[in-house]
DNA sequence: CACCGTTGTATCTATGCCGATACAACGACG
DNA sequence: CGTCGTTGTATCGGCATAGATACAACGGTG
């Protein structure tokens, strides 16, 4: 929305809902249960939402059934009785938020993404052969599959299927080029070296684009790769990072993932 | 559901779909580009899906409506016509796959969340005090807010309101305490020590948890906290950690979002 | 030129969800 | 003991979406 911050950045508006035993658990249900919590009833929640008071309760009658008591509701008694939002539907609503947070800063952070085939699985850490060299990455598959999903998405993934890498912004460590750090004092092992192209500063963020030369494999020409880095302004000060400058990169092979690219 | 890998790590099973111009993209639709992509046209793919074929075609045509051109269709000529996956329903095809990747992470990673208060705000940045100091995050705050959706998620945040950090396991860094680095050489600004709790290998990938001390607070008395940490067992090894160990724990402002904590 | 299987298009029907309405049950309070 | 506002429960109609069906248009192929 916004501008020309990023080529594409903010072009992934998403919608995201929890599932659990085939309920989905939406926008519009986090926004029934804030009001049952704000209104202390659900008839009056329904009638502050302009929707259906019988539907209401039916519908929170359908969550609990997937996602245990939620709703505390009492008939009868002082003001005619009335409901209070559980502790475990406070909890959903965290969850909710969670994902929501998730979602906008996937949304808000630009990514890397470059192409590149499974060298190596070991385990939940592939090795990945791109254009920069031999990143190390997770691949989702973390035991199971979304059932009522979708296709070949996710998933496992095996040695030789062409994958997306896909790094996000935020995970990505700006370095001088010359102070070097110790290899073994880190953890982050994903690291790659480039001229800083271009900063976008934001109020206290900056995003800060690195070329990053291709390797090179015989006559097979690649065209440059940028990669995106988040870091905060007082970083870039502190560095004293401006456009062509030699810098390292460095990330963690956990915050790496691959996604597995058809074709 | 499944068994006993993780003590919660699948229960945030989730949905995502993107949404542009109000028109939802979801699993069902990339099912159905997936089809039309295998089958060489939509008729075919409609009925290898066991779905109608005009309402297949219509919703491509409400899909593209919103999204441009995604499939090539054409009637008549060898063998009766056919459709092809345009290019940028492919790139669609991949927005969706990276966005089920980052959901499919964030239920499979652990995150450390905890409560605080907004210090202050600067920017993006936001500084929060929690139960361990000071800690400085984003918050989603991208600029504008979505319309359809909820009440009082994401947003902005001011000064003083209570929030939930959130810091994903995969951004925190590990470092031997004893070799401290040169805070002026990185750009990653959080950081806290602690002693290894707990260690959960997995086959490359470990779990380490780290309890931090709580900053003393007068007569408050606060439970210790846990952050998580996903790094590979490789480094586990590299750095010698085992339960007790001292570390010193280091994550990017950039990689911890703050979530409005209603109450 | 007829054939073929596909893309277009229109219409009818079934289904499911939501709002609207109505009524019984409840229990503290006056 | 009646009042009150709520929770429960059932039923009806509206609306949107999907399936089913039918038919016209298209353009290589034989």
Chains 1, 2 share one sequence.
Do not use: C
């Not at 997770?138 to 998405?153: K, V």
């Amino acid at each position: 929305m916004s501008d020309a911050t990023g080529p594409d950045a903010a072009a992934g508006r998403g919608h995201a809902a929890l599932v659990e035993d085939g309920v989905e658990f939406d926008g519009r249900d986090a926004a029934l249960l804030r009001a049952v919590d704000a209104a202390g009833s659900v008839a009056g929640a329904a009638s502050a939402l302009g929707r259906s008071r019988a539907r209401a309760l039916s519908r929170i009658e359908t969550l609990e059934d997937a996602y245990g008591t939620l709703v505390e509701r009492r008939r009868g008694g002082e003001g005619g009785g009335g409901s209070r939002l559980a502790a475990s539907g406070r909890d959903l609503l965290d969850r909710y938020d969670r994902l929501q947070a998730v979602l906008a800063a996937t949304a808000s952070v630009p990514e890397t993404v470059l192409r590149g085939t499974v060298e190596a699985i070991d385990g939940e850490i592939a090795v990945v052969d791109t254009a920069v060299g031999a990143l190390s990455g997770l691949h989702g598959a973390t035991g199971d599959e979304d059932a009522g999903g979708d296709g070949s998405d996710g998933g496992t993934v095996a040695a030789g299927d062409p994958v997306q890498v896909r790094i996000g912004a935020d995970a990505v460590t700006v370095n001088d080029a010359a102070s070097e750090v110790d290899p073994d004092a880190t953890s982050a092992r994903n690291r790659l070296t480039g001229r800083v192209s271009r900063i976008d500063s934001g109020e206290t963020v900056s995003t800060v684009r690195i070329g990053v030369e291709p390797v090179d494999r015989g006559e097979r020409v690649e065209a440059a790769v940028e990669v995106a880095a988040l870091i905060t302004a007082e970083s870039v000060g502190r560095l004293g990072l401006a456009p062509g400058d030699r810098v390292s990169l460095r990330w963690k092979a956990t915050a790496t993932r691959l996604v597995a690219h058809a074709e």
